[in-house]
């Protein structure tokens, strides 16, 4: 594949979330980990690093003081971030990374690679034919 994977997600104030499914993250099949810290109080990259957490495809950009809480502006400021050519997988910051979605992921790499749209709730990608759902907004 010539593509990378991106997973990207945003947090604000879920830390604690965050460090427990990130051990879950980091046997996914992908090339980054891209994390949004939109205003956390505490520096989400203080505690990852704390916890020993030193993968070189973990990269935090944090916006300290942001006007508001809105998600998509989050998640757009990762995405300012992103190669040309990435697949970007969106994950919530409290979602473990079961089986299920790991091979999900390396499906959805071999249909981007051929160019497929996807879009929707990746649960449900049985009821939707040639479209394979991911959750997620841009």
Request: aromatic share 12%; with cysteine; glycine share 4%.
């Amino acid at each position: 594949m010539n593509k990378q994977i991106a997973l990207v997600s945003s947090c604000h104030n879920r830390i604690e979330d965050l460090c427990r499914v990130l051990p879950s993250w980091l046997y996914m099949p992908v090339d980054k980990f891209l994390i949004c810290d939109y205003g956390s109080a505490v520096p989400i990259e203080d505690k990852i690093l704390s916890m020993g957490y030193s993968d070189k495809r973990i990269s935090i950009f944090r916006d300290a003081t942001p006007q508001k809480w809105v998600l998509s502006w989050a998640y757009n400021s990762i995405l300012m971030n992103i190669e040309p050519n990435t697949i970007v997988v969106k994950i919530d910051c409290d979602d473990e990374a079961t089986p299920k979605l790991i091979n999900w992921i390396r499906h959805a790499a071999e249909l981007l690679e051929n160019n497929n749209v996807i879009y929707g709730n990746w649960l449900n990608q049985h009821k939707y034919g040639s479209h394979y759902p991911s959750s997620g907004f841009f």
